[in-house]
């Protein structure tokens, strides 16, 4: 069975620093989609980045970024540049199946302080 | 650009009633999940369709049934509710299904008296 680790379930960072997000996963697959995911306190799922398991490049979204270590089945998300709108649950999901349906990670809660 | 658009987007419920649950996909989109969250947890699959055939399923309890429609929308029909059915459901809509991004919607908070 496919699952998504997320060890860090609290962190907090400076504004206008760098923090990063731990995710690790565990599959038999080849061919697979990462996801983050962002939820801020009104509970919305917003996509933060997603990551193909055959690209090598490591995904970027302005001050968002990967890095996506398929021998290690690591993903981990980089948030530079941190800014007070990013205090969310960010959340880490793969899509392995045949049908797409999403595994989320427990979550890490990050707090930006000013 | 338009939403998935879920409706109500509260809903309160006593111990045994029922509760019908909509989503509407963003246009275009043939594929509709629906998730669970409940409090301090993670979203967790139940169902999901695609060119409104069930296309795979997680774990939904048996009092639950869901469907799309012939113009896309889904349905989540839950029977015989319950205190741990309070939740907050969510629908996600996409394009195709392996690795396409799911736009969730704002989600349906349940709270079962």
């Known amino acids: 069975a496919q699952t998504v680790t997320q060890s860090q379930p609290e962190m907090s960072v400076q504004e206008a620093e760098t923090v990063t997000l731990s995710c690790t996963y565990d599959?038999?697959?080849?061919?697979?989609?990462l996801f983050w995911y962002k939820q801020p306190p009104s509970r919305q799922m917003i996509l933060v980045i997603r990551q193909e398991a055959y690209k090598q490049q490591n995904a970027t979204e302005n001050r968002f970024s990967v890095n996506f270590q398929k021998a290690a089945k690591s993903f981990s998300l980089k948030i530079s540049d941190s800014q007070l709108g990013d205090t969310a649950m960010y959340f880490c999901a793969f899509d392995g199946g045949s049908q797409g349906n999403l595994i989320f990670g427990k979550g890490t809660k990050l707090s930006v302080k000013p | 650009a338009a939403g998935v658009i879920q409706s109500p987007r509260h809903l309160i419920k006593e111990k045994r009633e029922t509760a019908t649950l909509k989503c509407y996909p963003i246009p275009r989109h043939d594929t509709v999940y629906w998730y669970q969250q409940g409090p301090g947890q993670d979203p967790q699959f139940l169902i999901s369709f695609y060119e409104k055939m069930q296309s795979d399923k997680g774990s939904i309890p048996d009092r639950f049934s869901a469907q799309q429609f012939s113009d896309y929308h889904s349905e989540l029909n839950m029977s015989s509710l319950e205190l741990g059915d309070s939740a907050l459901y969510f629908c996600a809509s996409s394009s195709e299904t392996k690795g396409a991004v799911q736009f969730f919607g704002p989600g349906t908070r349940l709270t079962v008296l």
């Open positions: 599959t038999s697959e080849s061919n697979y989609y």
